[in-house]
């Protein structure tokens, strides 16, 4: 089943599609898109807000869900079926959230290829993602989903769901967790701004030495976290 093996592969599969984006922006990037050099700046700025913003709503889902029930194993599996916190609100946080850092990325290479085909992969490989897990869902719990699912709708957030935010927050667990995808979509976005000041000789020596600390502290937090992780486990 193709839902499945996107699964199996969610983890490098889009590298080759964000190789092919890095390079359409840096093509893109010689000059200042169709609005000027100030849209293309307030498009920088909207891409970094929604990647906070997708950032976000995984942090808190991951924070709320009960532990053991989520897992990040490339097997497509349910243990129980979550129903409660973000669950109630709708029925994929975690995929909306990667929803929003995609756009927020896209945004900030505002670049009609990059768009096409970053969007495009999103859209298929979630899509059959999604399509497998519900199908697993449906079998595994049967009467249980269908009335989770007529109740809580697939992506558009239900304000409503928001009281069943409560209970105890893993704050540990949703650190360990989330730090590979902040320093993922976090390293993104620092290359294609330095791309773009690169692409259009306005990388000052300044900028550049700046860039590269940045993408240094990414690299620290990724392995900090992963002496924690190891650690905790000890």
């Known amino acids: 089943m193709a839902g499945a093996v996107f699964f199996r592969i969610r983890s490098f599969a889009p590298l080759p599609v964000i190789f092919v984006v890095l390079w359409q922006s840096w093509r893109a990037h010689v000059h200042p898109g169709p609005g000027g050099a100030q849209v293309d700046l307030a498009l920088n700025f909207v891409g970094l807000g929604l990647c906070l913003v997708g950032a976000s709503i995984r942090f808190v889902t991951v924070g709320f869900i009960p532990p053991g029930t989520s897992s990040t194993s490339r097997q497509l599996q349910s243990h129980a079926l979550n129903t409660d916190g973000p669950y109630a609100v709708v029925r994929h946080?975690?995929?909306?959230?990667?929803?929003?850092?995609?756009?927020?990325l896209l945004s900030i290479a505002h670049e009609p290829w990059a768009w096409t085909l970053g969007f495009g992969y999103f859209l298929v490989s979630h899509l059959l993602i999604i399509r497998a897990e519900e199908a697993l869902l449906r079998r595994t719990f049967s009467t249980q989903y269908d009335e989770w699912a007529a109740r809580v709708p697939a992506w558009l957030p239900k304000l409503s769901g928001l009281k069943a935010l409560t209970g105890s927050f893993g704050w540990r667990r949703a650190i360990q967790r989330e730090v590979n995808p902040f320093v993922g979509w976090g390293m993104g976005a620092t290359l294609l701004l330095m791309w773009e000041y690169?692409?259009?000789?306005?990388?000052?020596?300044?900028?550049?030495?700046r860039g590269l600390l940045v993408l240094g502290l990414f690299l620290l937090l990724l392995i900090l976290n992963k002496v924690w992780k190891k650690w905790s486990r000890a």
């Open 198 to 209: 690169f692409a259009r000789s306005q990388l000052t020596p300044g900028l550049g030495r």
């Open 93 to 104: 946080p975690l995929y909306l959230g990667n929803l929003f850092i995609t756009v927020g």
